[in-house]
């Protein structure tokens, strides 16, 4: 069966293939402050969220696009009452449904009710290996014990275990503490990922990035921890994720614009990653049309796919297949132009603004105290200027 | 007595139309897989043995010759992807 033939009231013009991934950020309400999260700097000013019956159409139109991996997160998608109705829809239309969290508004028996709904997994996100940094970056003073507590309990009810950090300079340093945590709880898979320049944390890249250092350092002591791990044959794992600051040629964004992943934002708005809604482009709504003619019609999801809209260097390089141009959302931050080649690539005209950056980080003195926390009174300034 | 292969807590092996495959899924994490790599998992269901699934496999595919060794060399690959136990 080819793509066409399945969709016969598509236009489809990049001939795109179906998104496999939907993640459903179902809220930006969220009692945690992370500096870097990846929410809108505007989020305060989102209309309402989509409602009950509007997330599980846009459930079902995605399972039958062929969506399989599903996303619960947010903001904390634990503050909607009707998740577990949304889980359950999820589980029965044959999802495999992740709960990505921060564990705050998390119970033992709320843990117990989503199994039995269905979920597959709850991913519990820490801030760091220690109770007082932990709660000075989460802007919380109780999150630490409540996450602790959480993850135990995520454990015993028999899920997989997911314990996500993600890292920055002020707790790079933490690497060989932070395994060893999660080997204590028993996770099946770590994630050291460090933050990705967009939003939040792009607003304080400065006072977050970590130096080369400090980098080179936590990728040794990460690589002889996983020879530890082997070696005694835990099959925990470990997922490193660098950041791209660091490299000569960008990630392949997404794997491509409009390629897997569909991300539905609280108040509707489809987007082709979590961050994209930066971008000076018009994504259309899930209330307006229906998934399938968004996925494969709108011009939002087709503006960057092919690449028929890449300018130089991008435009003749070999490489355009393998990383298609890097990050559209980086290009704009960084160059004002989302067409441009991600300048984290060094062929890029705007490459200096990476070196830039990098030397920053070897100079940077900021603290805690500097960071622009994530919290609607925050919000507002990015929005009333 | 032969291993009766399992898959381990938070791994789903499910059949996807719209991929026109069988795929294994996990936390946040999709293993397409091919012909035969679904056609043995098909097989593990937590009480048919190694011998068994052979078995049952070589009747569904009876034209394709001793299936023993690779049918065992590939659940043994999927445990140490821990994508199932062997127990
Ligand atoms: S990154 Fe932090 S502040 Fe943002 S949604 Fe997640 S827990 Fe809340
Ligand atoms: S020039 Fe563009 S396509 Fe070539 S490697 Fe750099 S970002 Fe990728």
Same mark, same amino acid.
């Given at each position: ?12 013009? +990049? +001939? ?16 945690? %402050?992370?500096?870097?999260?990846? @929410? ?40 909607? %009452? ?39 997994? $709850? ?11 932990? +709660?000075?970056?989460? !802007? ?26 993600? $890292?920055?300079?002020?707790? $790079? ?13 028993? &996770? ?10 967009? !939003?939040?944390?792009?607003? @304080?890249?400065? &006072? ?8 080179? %350092? ?8 996983? &020879?530890?791990? %082997? &070696? ?61 003619? $968004? ?11 092919? +690449? ?17 141009? !890097? ?59 | 007595?032969?291993?009766? /292969? ?10 996807? /139309? ?8 996990? /936390? ?33 595919? /009876? ?25």
């Amino acid at each position: 069966m080819t793509r066409a033939d399945a969709l016969p009231t598509s236009l489809n013009p +990049n +001939n795109a293939g179906p998104p496999l991934w939907l993640l459903a950020e179902l809220t930006y309400r969220c009692p945690l %402050q992370c500096p870097y999260c990846s @929410n809108p700097l505007d989020f305060a000013q989102t209309e309402q969220e989509l409602t009950t019956e509007q997330w599980i159409s846009v459930l079902r139109q995605g399972r039958e696009m062929g969506a399989a991996q599903l996303g619960f997160s947010g903001g904390e998608p634990l503050v909607r %009452q009707d998740l577990p109705e949304l889980i359950a829809e999820a589980r029965k239309l044959g999802y495999y449904t992740n709960l990505i969290t921060s564990g705050l508004g998390l119970t033992e028996a709320r843990v117990v009710a989503f199994a039995e709904a269905g979920l597959d997994h $709850i991913q519990v996100s820490f801030q760091a290996s220690d109770p007082e940094l932990n +709660n000075a970056v989460a !802007g919380s003073r109780k999150a630490f014990e409540q996450k602790l507590a959480m993850a135990k309990a995520v454990k015993a009810a028999g899920y997989p275990m997911v314990l996500n950090f993600v $890292i920055h300079r002020h707790n $790079i340093h933490q690497m060989p503490d932070i395994i060893d945590l999660c080997e204590r709880l028993g &996770a099946d898979y770590v994630e050291l990922a460090t933050c990705q320049y967009y !939003g939040w944390a792009f607003e @304080n890249r400065e &006072a977050l990035m970590p130096s080369k250092a400090q980098l080179d %350092q936590a990728e040794a002591e990460v690589n002889a921890s996983r &020879a530890g791990l %082997q &070696a005694r044959g835990s099959a925990m794992k470990l997922i490193f994720v660098t950041p791209d600051y660091y490299e000569e040629r960008p990630k392949a964004c997404m794997n491509g614009w409009g390629n897997l992943f569909l991300t539905v934002a609280p108040d509707g708005t489809a987007l082709p990653c979590h961050s994209a809604r930066l971008l000076p482009i018009d994504f259309p709504n899930v209330k307006d049309l229906d998934l399938r003619e $968004i996925w494969y019609d709108s011009p939002g999801f087709n503006h960057y796919r092919g +690449n028929e809209w890449m300018p130089e260097p991008c435009r003749s390089c070999d490489e355009k297949d393998k990383d298609f141009g !890097g990050c559209r959302c980086q290009a704009y931050l960084l160059t004002g132009n989302a067409d441009n080649a991600d300048p984290v690539c060094s062929k890029s005209p705007h490459h200096e603004r990476i070196l830039a950056a990098r030397r920053a980080a070897d100079h940077a003195t900021a603290g805690l105290q500097d960071l622009v926390y994530r919290n609607v009174r925050n919000s507002r300034l990015f929005f009333r200027g | 007595m032969s291993q009766i /292969p399992r898959f381990r807590r938070g791994f789903r092996f499910q059949w996807e /139309p719209a991929q026109d495959c069988y795929v294994l899924l996990y /936390p946040e994490g999709m293993v397409k897989l091919n012909g035969s790599a679904g056609a043995i998992l098909n097989e593990v269901d937590g009480r048919q043995d190694v011998d068994a699934i052979v078995a049952s496999l070589q009747q569904q595919f /009876p034209e394709a010759g001793d299936l023993g060794p690779d049918v065992r060399a590939f659940l043994e690959d999927a445990e140490q992807q821990h994508w199932i136990d062997l127990s």
